[in-house]
């Protein structure tokens, strides 16, 4: 990471502009899940991670309650980040299938790995404040990353922010809405893909496989 991106990360990890979210994390990481019981959990905003000439950014809504909010690394340590690194092993974007803790050898290809929101929220929902307060970092993640050509957004929720978000700086005249493998080419010549965000819920209903992530996955490998 360059100098830029390692200074909007600290400055992420000591954000408490959302005294909401602030209470919230304090009270998941007092009242842990009972297999967690023993883990010190981060307990803090949770940045990005990658490198800065990353090609593919990967978006979530938020860190995981029990997830990234423990570990101190989006996407890690739940079963939805299982899911996902197990799929982008398999068309090697990843080096390992898993992403369990912080210093788990774990490198990405190519690839950075962002929320909109950096902290947790009750009950997933976000007010609109609280994503307004955290849009700022995430444009900043984005301008850091200068070989960015495509956004992978997982979740109508995150997609939906991030057009919302992008509708701020640029005119966005063709009608864009949230559709499981659908792309769109954003005014700034990036592209951004929509899929099904890779919860148990949706794992376990059929409605996304590793298949239908995987297709994505290597469309987008194509592509960059």
């Given at each position: ?10 400055t ?27 883990e010190?959990?981060?307990?803090k ?27 101190g ?12 690194f197990?799929?982008?092993?398999d068309?090697n974007?990843?080096?390992q ?5 912080l ?11 962002t ?5 947790v929220?009750?009950e997933d929902?976000?007010?609109s404040i ?11 993640e984005?301008?850091?990353l ?7 957004a997982?979740g ?60 994505i996955?290597?469309?987008?490998k194509?592509?960059?």
């Open positions: 990471m360059d100098i830029k991106l390692n200074s909007l990360n600290k992420i990890v000591n954000c408490k502009k959302c005294p909401r979210l602030v209470n919230f994390v304090k009270k998941v990481s007092k009242e842990k899940r009972k297999q967690f019981i023993n010190i959990y981060w307990g905003p949770v940045t990005g991670f990658g490198h800065k000439d990353s090609k593919l950014m990967i978006i979530g809504l938020a860190p995981a309650a029990h997830g990234g909010t423990r570990t690394r989006a996407f890690t340590g739940d079963k939805s980040g299982d899911f996902l197990s799929c982008m092993y068309v974007l990843s080096n299938p898993y992403s369990k803790k210093n788990d050898g774990l490198k990405i290809k190519s690839t950075y790995m929320n909109v929101l950096k902290c929220p009750p929902k976000p007010s609280e994503i307004e307060n955290c849009s700022n970092y995430f444009n900043n984005i301008k850091n200068k070989k960015l050509k495509i956004i992978l997982l109508k929720v995150a997609f939906d922010n991030f057009i919302k978000n992008y509708k701020k700086k640029y005119s966005i005249k063709e009608k864009v809405k949230f559709e499981h493998g659908k792309k769109y080419l954003l005014p700034d010549g990036k592209i951004v893909f929509s899929c099904y965000h890779p919860s148990p819920r949706n794992v376990n209903t059929g409605l996304l496989n590793k298949e239908k992530m995987k297709k996955l290597i469309s987008i194509k592509l960059l």
